[in-house]
């Protein structure tokens, strides 16, 4: 099968095409045929290997100290189930399926075996397959955190970087939960956000959303770049903090958990699991939230979208077709 690998970190041109041995389901596994996967700003990082000086070592030894450990990238997909093996008893073939894929990767490949007590679901009825493969990493994460905060209705929830794949997600759900939401992100982006749900929506580059004076009682930064001094300034003395991408508290942050009525949640990896999938699922299918698309590039130009997220302003998802994807 046709897969694309990288032997060593570096710029979107370690990736290259290479024939590899169609994997064969165990007992317990499905063998999915991949119609669509995406890059992440988590396959970037890994790719690339940009990770904080502190963070160096522990995510040499987890990734691989001399060259990658995991030679194919992908962190979630869409597809069909090909085969099972004989004791798989969730799924069957001809199954649409979305799934997870972070612990192992592997999606950037045409065939993919995954456990059935993994991270899987049953694709929603009224999404394609390029709409599916796009929420197991973003969606996951964003009601992981939002789940974490237990937002009440008619709380106030600010997100800043409300437009990436994260953000798009939390605001529809926040949203769902019942808060009151303000969305921060560019100007190209405020609509996309407002279209969204946001209540409201802060143009970054034209304000500082913490000069406004308003507290919120739930700050989530999805994409690590808004200072932690602006958003401790806009929450309220028993707020919570969410960050999804900080793997390490700093000094301040440590500090302030500890002198103040504050809350933070930091950098935790979101549990993979179906249930979380089956949820997001059924709001899909009741229309309670979509898939953001920025771009669809065919598997031939995986290189060119990596590319495409490494400038760090994409909208959403970026997703990869395969040849074989149906439409």
């Known amino acids: 099968m046709k897969a694309v690998v990288y032997s060593t970190y ?17 007992d317990n596994e499905i063998l999915v045929r991949v119609f669509a996967t995406t890059v992440t700003v988590a396959d970037v990082r ?16 987890a990734l691989g100290i ?35 894929t972070l612990a192992g990767y592997g999606a950037y490949a045409e065939y993919r075996c995954l456990p059935e007590d993994g991270p899987i679901s049953i694709k929603p009825d009224n999404l394609t397959y390029e709409e599916a493969a796009a929420i197991p990493i973003g969606g ?28 798009t997600y939390a605001v529809q759900l926040a949203k769902h939960f019942g808060a009151k939401v303000t969305g921060v992100c560019s100007t190209a982006n ?37 200072s932690f001094t602006a958003c401790m300034k806009s929450l309220k003395k028993t707020g919570i903090y969410l960050n999804a991408t900080e793997p390490l508290p ?41 898939v953001v698309i920025d771009r669809c590039y065919p598997f031939e130009q995986i290189v060119e979208a990596h590319r495409y997220v490494d400038q760090g302003r994409k909208k959403g998802n970026v997703v990869i077709t395969m040849e074989h994807a149906k439409p």
């Open 250 to 290: 700093s000094v301040r942050m440590l500090w302030t958990q500890l002198t103040s009525g504050k809350k933070l949640i930091l950098g935790q990896n979101s549990p993979e699991t179906a249930e979380a999938l089956n949820y997001l699922k059924e709001l899909a299918e009741a229309g309670k939230m979509k």
């Open 140 to 167: 996951r994460t964003a009601l992981y955190y939002l789940s974490k905060a237990n937002i009440q209705t008619g709380q106030k929830v600010l997100i800043y970087g409300a437009s990436g794949s994260v953000g």
């Open 190 to 226: 405020l609509e996309l956000v407002k279209s969204l749900g946001a209540d409201e929506v802060i143009d970054y580059t034209a304000e500082d959303f913490s000069d406004r004076g308003e507290v919120f009682d739930v700050v989530f930064d999805a994409v690590n770049k808004s």
């Open 10 to 26: 570096g710029p979107p041109d370690v990736l290259r095409f290479q024939e590899v041995p169609k994997p064969v389901p165990k």
């Open 66 to 100: 001399i060259k990658p450990k995991k030679a194919i990238l992908g962190m979630e997909l869409a597809g069909v189930v090909e085969s099972v093996g004989k004791d798989v008893r969730r799924f069957k073939k001809g199954d649409p399926v979305f799934a997870a």
């Open 46 to 61: 890994v790719r690339s290997f940009t990770v904080p000086p502190s963070f160096w070592l522990p995510a040499r030894i």
